[in-house]
């Protein structure tokens, strides 16, 4: 039955396709009218699921029924090794530099990312089993991170390989200065034949340079034939390069094509958590999550927005709440971007900022004297100077409607009793709300 099943897969998609994409594939098992899939490889699992779903189905479908099913597995192989590794790792030779933050472990992977990601980390992986690789998107989604992670990684993993990483002015130049000095011999010979992976970054700047294509052709083309990688990104698709030779776009897309969108909401918050662990910088978790839901236009903002209030943090030695945040980013923010804050939101901002007590800690079930002092102003504010319900009180600070009460009466005696340490710090929580509000 295994046998079978395999032999019409088989019989629905070409050779090339076959040996490229189902080399790994088997048959793990038959439960009923469902098969298990397995494959030893991540990407092409995500890429046998998406591209080949509707083959796998028919071929399921005319040998168990049209009642049967299929899932796919990924199931990791370790090769087996029967001797240990050198006391000293040789390492590959890299030609030119690359950044030490731009490795896979650094890339935080989303929906709009996750193949052109494992589609680079098979590469890397597996140097000329996907040639060429094209990574396109728009300006500041992870292009260039994860071209120099291939770098990063073969270079950690693949000792015999010569790694050069480049960006397309770079080759441009290079081949105007040998021509200039004559040297055009030599420059065929770094880029031909003294490198094993070829990076090439931001190939849209040859857009009508005739010249300079023809030579990246004829260095595609050799190095393609002497099976060595390359992979190129770009702003846009292939077949959107105007004013490119058409034989070199068709050898672009005679690969593996990954596109970059960019990232969702929750990816980019995530990414803003991994910029800030990379910067070793702290941010409370609501700065951060403002930053993330307003700097959306592309990545590259999103770090200068964080580096900014990472410095202010560090110049001033000023903690950086979410109005300061606001103030510093408005450069980084559309107009009309930032909503307004919710009245009890700020209000609890203002308090944790007079009292000293974290935000968390006051909504938290903590009774430490400060964290309950903290939330029993709050509370009394919110009623008596915010004029909020008491349902929409309880609700903000996770407490029930008597609490609320109780909280609001404790602070309404302990006033009346003269407590004037309590009136100073209720004083302060409401001027710093005047303040805001006329600031607008």
């Known amino acids: 039955m295994k046998e079978r ?3 019409e897969i088989k019989t629905r998609v070409n050779r090339k396709s076959w040996e490229l994409w189902f080399s790994s594939f088997d048959v793990r098992s038959i439960e009923g009218n469902k098969v298990v899939f397995s494959v030893g490889n991540l990407f092409i699992k995500e890429w046998l699921e998406k591209k080949y779903h509707s083959v796998l189905s028919k071929a399921v479908k005319v040998v168990l029924g049209n009642d049967a099913t299929f899932e ?21 030779v890299l030609l030119t530099p690359l950044n030490p933050d731009y490795t896979f472990e650094n890339f935080v ?7 052109a990601y494992h589609a680079a980390l098979e590469v890397a992986k597996h140097p000329g089993r996907y040639n060429p690789l094209f990574i396109y998107g728009g300006v500041g989604l992870g292009k260039t991170h994860l071209l120099q992670s291939i770098g990063n990684y073969v270079v950690q993993n693949e000792p015999d390989l010569r790694v050069m990483y480049i960006t397309s002015e770079k080759f441009l130049n290079d081949l105007v200065d040998s021509m200039k000095e004559g040297k055009l011999n030599e420059f065929r010979e770094k880029y031909r034949k003294k490198v094993d992976i070829l990076l090439i970054d931001d190939v849209q700047f040859l857009i009508g340079k005739t010249g300079v294509q023809t030579e990246l052709f004829h260095t595609f083309n050799e190095l393609h034939d002497s099976g060595k990688q390359i992979v190129i990104c770009s702003d846009r698709e292939p077949q959107k390069l105007s004013e490119f030779q058409d034989r070199l776009v068709s050898r672009f897309q005679m690969g593996l094509v990954a596109k970059l969108e960019p990232p969702d909401e929750e990816t980019r918050k995530s990414i803003a958590k991994k910029m800030l662990e990379i910067e070793h910088g702290e941010l409370p978790e609501e700065v951060l999550n403002f930053v993330a839901e307003n ?11 964080i580096i900014k209030l990472l410095v202010y943090k560090e110049t001033t030695g000023k903690e950086v709440d979410l109005r300061e945040a606001i103030l510093l980013l408005k450069d980084f923010i559309k107009p009309n971007r930032v909503k307004a804050m919710d009245p009890i939101d700020e209000l609890i901002e203002i308090v944790a900022k007079v009292t000293g007590v974290s935000r968390e800690e006051i909504l938290s079930n903590n009774r430490n004297v400060k964290a309950l002092t903290a939330r029993r102003i709050g509370m009394y504010v919110a009623k008596n100077h915010l004029n909020s319900s008491l349902r929409t009180i309880a609700e903000k600070f996770n407490r029930s409607h008597p609490v609320v009460l109780d909280s609001v009466k404790r602070v309404k005696d302990s006033l009346l009793k003269g407590n004037k340490q309590l009136k100073s710090l209720i004083d302060e929580v409401i001027g710093e709300i005047s303040k805001r509000a006329l600031s607008g």
């Open 295 to 305: 700097v959306d236009d592309n990545l590259r903002r999103l770090r200068g927005a």
């Open 5 to 7: 099943i395999l032999q």
């Open 109 to 115: 992977v989303g929906p709009g990312n996750s193949f």
């Open 72 to 92: 796919i597995t990924y199931e990791a192989f370790e090769p087996h090794s029967s001797y240990s590794e050198p006391l000293v790792k040789k390492r590959a």
